[in-house]
């Protein structure tokens, strides 16, 4: 095990920056994914740190060795990926012991090995077959299996997940936390997908354009987004977002959003400016049916007309406008059955975002 330390690293394909700077610690044993839109520069940086990619600039160190120069071979990693690329005329025993074979290790100690990641992996009665005779997720797992029996300084995985459907990756994210519990190495996971980060990551890295636009926990992320890309790509359905201004009236200060003014929580009050242009930012499951109390300092009360509904099974998704703009409200699907509402925006979690540097504005 180890820690991994990417030191101010940049990728140029000839004349594109695609990671423009890149500067992190994956503490030892920390699970960590790094999670973006497709094309921000997730699998370079991974594959910058495995070898299969030169480094343009910066340094790369697992635990105190600069690995840079290291041929990926002797780098001590162990990478899965999408497509699992077993050998297709090998058994799951022959794929998993493979790797061992090569190293020269003695048949009695692979076939300890083999058969000790099997029954981690529930792979005991596949281990005749080949490969073509397993399911995708079976197809997945043996491909952990090759890496696992390497026991690596790290593990690397680039959206291994991808190709299985939506029920399997759930029940292949389970195991993948499940084998980071027992083994406790090191691990990178590379998704596009932000369940996946949001379950299995002790720290997430939101990846934009080639730059970091935030690192935290899944609760940091979630809770306190940095800036409106993280608070909109994380969450599902994505965060409402409303073009807003700040304006003072009469000693105190409003989000003045269309015909609406509302009270500035005392939370943002430091940054108190007039004419401030803002994106107010709130979460569909933050606007509700009711208030418990009609407290002012804590809600915002307005009415609309539902437009559209989307019916998710327990809740249902009322889509509707505030001053002009698109909002979605998520609420228990049996609490809705007209069509006009009053909605109470719950204060204590919106958010706030500077329009032009889209930062957010909480302290
Ligand atoms: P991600 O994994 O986040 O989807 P990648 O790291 O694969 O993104 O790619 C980042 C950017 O670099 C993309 O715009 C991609 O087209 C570009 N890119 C990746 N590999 C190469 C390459 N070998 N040559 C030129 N451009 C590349
Ligand atoms: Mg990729």
Avoid: W
Wanted: with cysteine; proline share 4%; net charge neutral.
């Amino acid at each position: 095990m180890a820690k991994v330390e990417f030191k101010n690293i940049k990728k140029s394909f000839g004349e594109v920056d695609v990671v423009k700077h890149f500067d992190f610690t994956v503490n030892d044993g920390e699970f960590v994914v790094f999670l973006g839109p497709s094309g921000c520069g997730k699998s370079t940086t991974l594959r910058m740190l495995a070898g299969l990619e030169s480094i343009t600039s910066g340094d790369i160190y697992v635990g105190d060795k600069l690995i840079n120069k290291v041929d990926a071979k002797d780098r001590d990693l162990a990478m899965v990926f999408q497509s699992y690329a077993l050998y297709p005329h090998m058994t799951v025993y022959e794929n998993i012991a493979f790797a061992l074979k090569l190293k020269g290790m003695a048949k009695k100690d692979i076939d300890t090995e083999v058969r000790k990641a099997a029954k981690m992996l529930e792979l005991e009665p596949l281990l005749d077959r080949k490969p073509k005779e397993l399911s995708g997720g079976q197809r997945q797992r043996v491909a952990m299996g090759r890496a696992m029996v390497r026991t690596p300084k790290v593990f690397l995985f680039d959206e291994p997940l991808s190709n299985l459907d939506a029920k399997l990756r759930g029940v292949m994210r389970e195991e993948i936390k499940q084998l980071h519990r027992e083994l406790k190495t090191t691990t990178i996971y590379v998704t596009h997908d932000q369940i996946e980060a949001m379950t299995l990551a002790d720290r997430i890295v939101i990846l934009k354009d080639g730059y970091v636009a935030q690192v935290g926990t899944p609760t940091d992320v979630f809770q306190r987004p940095a800036n409106k890309f993280v608070a909109q790509f994380i969450g599902s359905p994505s965060m409402n977002m409303l073009e807003a201004k700040l304006i003072s009236q009469d000693q105190a200060f409003y989000i003045q959003l269309g015909e609406n003014l509302i009270p500035l929580p005392e939370r943002f009050k430091a940054l108190a400016s007039k004419n401030l242009a803002l994106h107010l930012g709130v979460r569909p499951t933050d606007i509700h049916l009711r208030a418990q109390h009609i407290d002012h300092e804590r809600v915002f009360p307005f009415s609309v007309k539902i437009k559209d509904k989307e019916l998710l099974g327990a809740s249902i998704l009322l889509k509707t406008e505030i001053a002009g703009q698109p909002l979605t409200v998520e609420t228990q699907a049996a609490e809705v059955n007209t069509d006009e509402l009053k909605l109470y925006l719950d204060l204590d979690s919106i958010h706030l975002f500077d329009a032009l540097s889209e930062n957010s504005l909480a302290s």
